[in-house]
């Protein structure tokens, strides 16, 4: 039985090899990314939602409340901070000072202050706020993505083996085609005529 309707390929030299490392790594990548998109909203779905938090006596706040741009109280994940208990100056050692309501501002979850906060050396602030909080199925999801974003590191390699490949079939075929075409004779033949008369 002959197969006359077969494809031969003249003249690619192991291109197609190269062309479907290269659509293969695509596709690879396409994956990578959509299973990695996927793990993220997951994760985000998968945590616990208005979980609430009390932080007591929080300090280091003062330069950004006193230069007006504000203190952000916390910044994870879907954070809302809902109060202020209390902000007051001092230490546990100092006479406590404590600061009104009047003379801050809580916008989300960053402090700004209303009034001249100059005179205050140490504030130290209480407040809550809700949050999504991480579980079992969020770590779980947090390791998945973050092994699977590391896929595309090896890229690089597939790819210079995959030239090296090519130029291994180039280099044979160059070979092969220079010793057909007749234009090197074999050595044993050079050998006899050399010193002929």
């Not at 202050?113 to 602030?125: E, F, G, I, R």
């Not at 079992?136 to 999801?141: D, F, I, L, R, S």
């Not at 007749?182 to 050998?191: F, L």
Request: hydrophobic share 45%; charged share 10%; glycine share 10%.
């Amino acid at each position: 039985m002959r197969f006359s309707n077969l494809k031969h390929d003249k003249g690619v030299a192991g291109l197609t090899i190269l062309l479907s490392l290269v659509v293969m790594l695509f596709v690879i990548g396409l994956l990578v990314m959509i299973f990695t998109l996927m793990g993220g909203e997951m994760q985000d779905a998968t945590a616990d939602k208005s979980t609430a938090v009390s932080v007591v006596n929080e300090t280091g706040l003062r330069a950004t409340i006193v230069d007006g741009t504000g203190a952000t109280l916390t910044s994870v994940r879907d954070a809302s901070c809902t109060a202020i208990t209390e902000i007051y100056n001092g230490t546990a050692t100092d006479d406590f000072q404590v600061v009104g309501t009047n003379m801050y501002t809580l916008t989300g979850c960053v402090l700004t202050n209303a009034t001249t906060w100059a005179n205050y050396t140490t504030p130290v602030v209480s407040y809550t706020y809700t949050w999504s909080a991480d579980n079992t199925a969020t770590g779980v999801m947090n390791d998945t993505t973050s092994a699977l974003s590391g896929v595309t590191d090896w890229f690089s390699i597939f790819i210079v083996i995959g030239a090296m490949v090519v130029l291994i079939l180039l280099t044979v075929i160059i070979i092969t085609a220079i010793r057909g075409s007749g234009m090197i004779e074999g050595g044993g033949q050079s050998a006899n005529n050399v010193g002929s008369a």
